[in-house]
């Protein structure tokens, strides 16, 4: 075994404790929603956490598309989910504007109706909805259309029986709570579909992964186990099926939209023994709006627009993770996927959906690795119907209906309010210097990205379907990134830079005898 294989051997154990098994947006497995794009992962990659349904009041027939605080019917359901018998499960009294939170759908799980079991983009159908597409998009488009959020090119695969991580990001935090379902693929993606297999949650711990779960270095995220507080029985729907808690707390009082300051976490939150940037700062734990602090109608109030720094200070750089079980008796195929988050201080549900292959529990494949990075060229490929896959003949050229590739797919349909405070898609032109994806962080400067088809056109297999790296097959990872090439000890030895780091050691712990004296 060389010492790249070793060094990889030695970060995957470290980073993935149960190993052997198995605004926000589903992040593994990735979803259609993302169009196979890295930017803003895990929280929107690609645009995902931009396909939601409002206006979604527990009980009613239909969701409304309003942003109201009223129910949308005049018969809502009465919350499952109530002040002085559930506290553990609630944070938000009000919304944030003094409006009561009562039928919203966390109050119920799942009692709210949905107006896409993928999402629509940008919340609803004109004049309805935010009108807040992600970019590409024209508001109202629907998730469950392959036409407008195709399968990817990476498959996934799960073994029946076994237990498989789940992950989300949020990127503006509304309380409430989440879960996972299934639908045969070629079935219609209707609720009566995906309520018929909601997938079983294991054990009573989830993790919070860090890093941004970047594709290039979430082999070595920082994990971190906390509790998980799930809701089942009657209090859900479907009966008996469970639901957990989002389990950041959020801000105080003002929710902390349109820059306004986090007034500290609505509850208790988790990991107490740290203290983190996305609330201010100002008390430990793990609590905050999340990327939608720096967002508002900067045409009304100018003062909404973070700069760079604080737009990555407030971002959620992390992804929520769960164990699931997949049914043991679940017949082998393709399904389709879909989060359903309930959200407890709006009328909102996010949902993202993504595709599973899931073998026997008597195949011998491995099930895929989580969080093993994506090739990338969805959006490229004219088979899976991706934004700039009709670009391959415009390298050369960016006049007339070429012209589309070579300018930004702004976000929000170019509007002028709800500054995103990330980098605009472009089709073509913002490439890394191997024609691939460029990599951009939040707090980065705000400027284009590109999603890398030179290189995915210049590949043999660019545009073939593929399977996500397995769970046992550790030689196929692509790329390696640089930072897991740790052979620093040996190397500094042998290039006498060890004596550098002695003296830099030495030099601290001087420094530090002379302050104590
Ligand atoms: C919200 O409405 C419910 C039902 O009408 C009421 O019992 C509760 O006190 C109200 N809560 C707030 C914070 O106004
Ligand atoms: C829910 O579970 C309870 C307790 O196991 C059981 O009595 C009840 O029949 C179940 N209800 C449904 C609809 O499955
Ligand atoms: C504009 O936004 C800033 C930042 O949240 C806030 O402090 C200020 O009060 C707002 N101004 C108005 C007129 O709403
Ligand atoms: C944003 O503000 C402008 C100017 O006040 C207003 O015309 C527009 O309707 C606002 N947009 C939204 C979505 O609130
Ligand atoms: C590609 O598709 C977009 C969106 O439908 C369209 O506006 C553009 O003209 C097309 N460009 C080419 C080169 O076909």
């Known amino acids: 075994m060389n010492t790249k294989r070793a060094v990889i051997h030695f970060f995957l154990s470290w980073a993935l404790p149960w190993d052997a098994m198995g605004h926000g947006s589903m992040f593994e497995p990735p979803s259609r929603n993302s169009g196979g794009m890295s930017l803003l992962a895990p929280t929107c990659a690609g645009g995902a956490c931009q396909w939601y349904s409002q206006g979604c009041t527990i009980g009613c027939p239909q969701c409304s598309g309003r942003y109201s605080a009223e129910p949308d019917c005049a018969n809502p359901a009465e919350p499952t989910l109530k002040w002085g018998e559930d506290d553990n499960l609630l944070q938000y009294h009000t919304d944030g504007h003094g409006a009561n939170t009562t039928y919203f759908p966390w109050r119920y799980p799942g009692a709210a109706p949905i107006m896409d079991s993928c999402g629509i983009a940008g919340g609803g159908t004109p004049p309805f909805g935010q009108l807040d597409p992600p970019p590409g998009h024209p508001a109202g488009s629907s998730g469950s259309d392959t036409a407008h959020a195709p399968k990817l090119l990476e498959q996934t695969i799960w073994v029946a029986g076994s237990a498989v991580e789940v992950a989300w990001g949020i990127a503006a935090n509304h309380g409430g709570g989440y879960q996972y379902r299934l639908c045969p693929e070629g079935e219609p ?13 294991v054990g009573d711990k989830q993790w919070i992964r860090f890093d941004n779960g970047n594709p290039h270095t979430a082999a070595i995220s920082r994990l971190r186990e906390i509790p998980a507080v799930r809701v089942s029985g009657d209090k859900v729907l479907p009966v008996n099926s469970t639901w957990t808690k989002n389990p950041i707390a959020g801000c105080k009082i003002n929710g902390a939209r349109e820059k306004l300051p986090c007034l500290g976490p609505t ?58 079980k997949v049914p ?10 879909s989060f359903r988050w309930d959200c407890e201080q709006t009328k909102q549900i996010w949902s993202s959906c993504g595709d599973v292959t899931i073998k026997g529990p008597d195949a011998p494949a491995a099930g895929t690795k989580p969080f093993s990075a994506l090739r990338g060229c969805t959006p490229c490929c004219a088979a899976m119907g991706g934004l700039c896959a009709n670009c391959t003949r415009c390298l050369n050229d960016r006049t007339g209906d070429c012209a ?40 980065q400067p705000t400027s284009v990205w590109s999603p890398g088809c030179p290189k995915c056109w210049a590949l043999e297999d660019g545009c073939a379907m593929h399977v996500r790296d397995l769970e046992q097959d550790i030689s196929v990872t692509p790329t390696l990134p640089d930072v897991i090439d740790l052979r620093i000890p040996r190397d500094w030895m042998l290039h006498g830079s060890g004596a550098l780091l002695l003296a830099v050691i030495g030099f601290a712990l001087a420094k530090r005898k002379i302050f104590q004296i």
């Not at 209707?190 to 309520?195: K, M, P, R």
């Not at 734990?285 to 045409?299: A, D, E, P, R």
């Not at 043991?328 to 996927?337: A, D, K, L, S, T």
């Open 267 to 324: 509850m208790v939150p988790p990991l107490l023994d740290e203290t983190f940037p996305y609330g201010g700062g100002a008390e430990p734990g793990l609590y905050g709006f999340g990327g939608g602090h720096c967002m508002g109608n900067v045409s009304r109030n100018a003062s909404v627009r973070c700069t760079d720094m604080e737009y990555g200070n407030a971002v959620f750089n992390f992804a929520i993770v769960d164990l699931v």
């Open 404 to 443: 589309y590739c070579w300018k930004p797919l702004e976000w929000w349909g170019g509007r002028q309010y709800w500054s995103p405070r990330a980098s605009h898609i472009q089709c073509l032109g913002y490439e890394a210097s191997d024609g691939g994806a460029s990599t951009w962080m939040p707090g």
């Open 189 to 201: 993606l209707t609720e009566e579909c995906f309520t018929s297999t909601p997938l079983e949650f």
């Open 328 to 337: 043991e008796h679940i017949p082998p195929g393709n399904y389709v996927i």
